[in-house]
């Protein structure tokens, strides 16, 4: 059965940092395409892409927003991945959930990603940036 589980959300100040895991069971991160998404407070609807990680090369992308503040990674050994958060800001506040995708990160270079391209999702973990 495959799970995602997020952790690591918590409440900081703008300008701190945080790091996300993503612990993932019933399947290997190898050919696999991980995501991190965010949905903000009061906009269940709207599902921002932030960052992703082809498992077999290590290949990362990032949406514009998080460019330079937030950092893709992953631990095979650990079957984990994480996301790495720096210099966040109220707009970062929000649930944010991994997902898998099966095969490449297709399209993330270019026009970025989105919900539907993901078929597994965690329960999602809670950040809150305040000024």
């Known amino acids: 059965q495959v799970k995602l589980v997020e952790s690591g959300g918590d409440s900081v100040q703008a300008g701190g940092s945080l790091r996300l895991s993503c612990s993932a069971s019933?399947?290997?991160?190898?050919?696999?395409?991980m995501g991190w998404f965010r949905q903000a407070p009061e906009k269940e609807r709207e599902w921002v892409w932030l960052?992703?990680?082809?498992?077999?090369?290590?290949?990362?992308y990032y949406a514009d927003s998080v460019k330079g503040r937030f950092t893709i990674s992953q631990d095979n050994a650990k079957n984990t991945v994480y996301l790495l958060m720096n210099d966040l800001k109220p707009e970062d506040s929000g649930m944010y959930y991994c997902?898998?995708?099966?095969?490449?990160?297709?399209?993330?270079?270019?026009?970025?990603?989105?919900?539907?391209?993901?078929?597994?999702w965690g329960q999602g973990t809670q950040v809150t940036v305040s000024s």
């Open positions: 997902a898998r995708r099966r095969g490449y990160c297709s399209g993330a270079g270019t026009q970025g990603l989105q919900r539907k391209n993901f078929g597994a």
């Open positions: 960052a992703a990680i082809y498992a077999d090369d290590d290949r990362t």
């Open positions: 019933g399947f290997t991160l190898g050919g696999n395409c």
